[in-house]
């Protein structure tokens, strides 16, 4: 059992930069393969970065290459998501999730096995 909760959002102009923490509780975190996701409003929850269990592979949706980079610190059971040069379409909350098949990249909801709550992201222009 793996448990999450998401911190760092907040209400920011286009152009500037958040970072978002997940902490996971429990002891096989650092086994896992974490992803963050998010979801607009009236939108479908949307892929947006993962890596897998030891950080080597990291992987990211186009609309974010460049400007987002996402890590993780096994020793503090935590991962991050910096989130550089934000704009208005970013808005939306930010979920992370963690797959047991920490070896692989998953982009598709139904491949993580546990999610948090939520952070709230608000970009204004």
């Known amino acids: 059992q793996v448990q999450l909760v998401e911190s760092g959002g907040g209400l920011v102009q286009a152009g500037d930069s958040l970072r978002l923490s997940c902490a996971a509780s429990?002891?096989?975190?650092?086994?896992?393969?974490m992803g963050w996701f998010r979801q607009a409003p009236g939108k479908e929850r949307e892929f947006v970065a993962a890596l897998t269990w030891d950080g080597s592979n990291t992987y990211y949706a186009d609309f974010v290459k460049g400007r987002f980079a996402i890590s993780r610190d096994n020793a503090k059971n935590t991962v991050y998501l910096q989130m550089n040069s934000l704009k208005p379409e970013d808005t939306a909350v930010y979920y992370c999730a963690a797959d047991s098949r920490g070896y692989r990249i998953g982009v598709e909801l139904k491949e993580y096995n546990y999610w948090g709550q939520g952070t709230q992201v608000t970009v204004s222009s």
């Open positions: 429990g002891r096989t975190f650092s086994s896992y393969a």
